[in-house]
């Protein structure tokens, strides 16, 4: 789950990181509120306009802009908001149709006053699956994007891997700001900076923080000027706040429509529907579906759980996508019986109605035979398989 910079700036702040101050805004005249409240409390004279989507790179497609007074602030906040805001981030990339901006944040000038002291960094927390450890990924090149860094000058990208027994250690915290060429009061306080933000990162349950930049101000303060957070979703039954953070506004309508039924559902681009319990055999199956010459549409994972109201919920959302020139049903039943989804599968081809596309079902485990004489019974246009192979091999032969 994504937070917007905001959210995740509040999440940081409960932490005790340092943030750039900021309020959130809806309108143009909540800007204007915003900057005379932020005036007022922190004696910044200039802004900056942030649009609020889930993406990166908002400054290139025109989402960040710095306003100098009041009449800069009005201009901005009334392009930015309501526009479609198109970044290497944002579906289809500069190209694409971009994501509607909704709500901005109004946020303090942090380079005041003295900008040429001022120096910014990049600082990210993930996990690494090869080493199963969490790594902090950090460089001296802030501000810019930092795969072009590790492509052109690797050896200005550093990690520091976390051992999970002991956590992060203090001699790593001080080679990480000695890394980044910090000294005086700006390293002592970047040593507090990054012990706050690994605890914060561990608290939440997140997959990652990425805060680029992190900047040096003039007075040596360490501070986060942007963020990018990322929860795991596995861990929000622990924090009901931060679920309720969730914007459904910045994700695909199918994809949380299929979350309310409880299927995992993830919308790709190909012409083969797949249905499947189990995100390991959805993975083989997707493979299946290129080996025989097909591209998968979706990834859609039942659960072990399946039942009839389910399945037609599953078929609904995969028959909305017009690519899609046949669906793959691919069902192991351990936990799951297989005739309770090959009935599933008849209730929803007969409730739905007018589906004018080929239907593969193959369905082992648990009885299986029962649920291949319901299938070959019920008269529709369904097609059994037993093997996979053979499964493959029909869905080649209905979209050649």
Not at 5 to 27: C, D, F, N
Request: charged share 25%; aromatic share 6%; proline share 2%.
């Amino acid at each position: 789950m994504n937070l917007h910079e905001y959210q995740g700036k509040e999440l940081l702040s409960s932490y005790g990181v340092a943030v750039q101050r900021g309020i959130l805004a809806h309108t143009v005249e909540e800007a204007v509120a915003a900057y005379a409240q932020l005036q007022a409390e922190t004696g910044t004279k200039f802004c900056v306009v942030k649009a609020q989507i889930h993406a990166g790179g908002r400054g290139k497609g025109g989402g960040v802009k710095l306003a100098k007074n009041i009449d800069e602030l009005k201009q901005h906040a009334g392009n930015i908001l309501g526009m479609m805001l198109k970044t290497p981030q944002t579906p289809g990339g500069l190209n694409g149709e971009g994501k509607l901006v909704r709500k901005v944040l109004i946020a303090e000038d942090s380079y005041a006053p003295d900008f040429d002291a001022c120096k910014e960094y990049y600082v990210s927390i993930l996990m690494d699956r090869g080493t199963k450890r969490n790594v902090i990924v950090y460089s001296t090149e802030g501000g810019m994007n930092i795969e072009e860094v590790a492509e052109k000058t690797p050896h200005l990208v550093h990690k520091e891997y976390i051992d999970p027994h002991v956590g992060l250690r203090d001699f790593q915290k001080r080679n990480i700001a000695f890394n980044l060429g910090l000294k005086g009061a700006a390293y002592k306080e970047f040593l507090k900076f990054i012990d706050k933000l690994y605890k914060a990162f561990l608290g939440s349950d997140a997959s990652l923080f990425e805060i680029n930049p992190c900047l040096k101000t003039g007075d040596d303060r360490i501070i986060a000027v942007d963020c990018k957070v990322t929860l795991d979703d596995n861990g929000l039954f622990r924090h009901p706040e931060l679920e309720a953070m969730r914007d459904t506004d910045e994700e695909d309508p199918t994809e949380v429509e299929a979350k309310s039924y409880g299927l995992n559902y993830v919308n790709l681009d190909g012409n083969v529907g797949c249905m499947v319990n189990g995100a390991g055999l959805a993975m083989a199956t997707m493979d299946i579906i290129k080996l025989s010459g097909g591209s998968p549409a979706n990834f859609l994972d039942v659960g072990g759980t399946a039942d009839a109201e389910r399945v037609e919920h599953a078929f609904k959302l995969i028959l909305r996508d017009n690519n899609v020139k046949a669906i793959l049903i691919n069902i192991f039943g351990g936990i799951v019986r297989c005739d309770r989804v090959a009935q599933g599968v008849v209730d929803a081809y007969k409730n739905i109605g007018n589906i004018n596309v080929p239907i593969i079902v193959r369905l082992q485990g648990t009885n299986a035979d029962i649920a291949k004489e319901l299938i070959d019974k019920s008269g529709l246009a369904v097609h059994s398989a037993i093997a996979l192979q053979e499964a493959a091999d029909l869905v080649k032969k209905m979209i050649a």
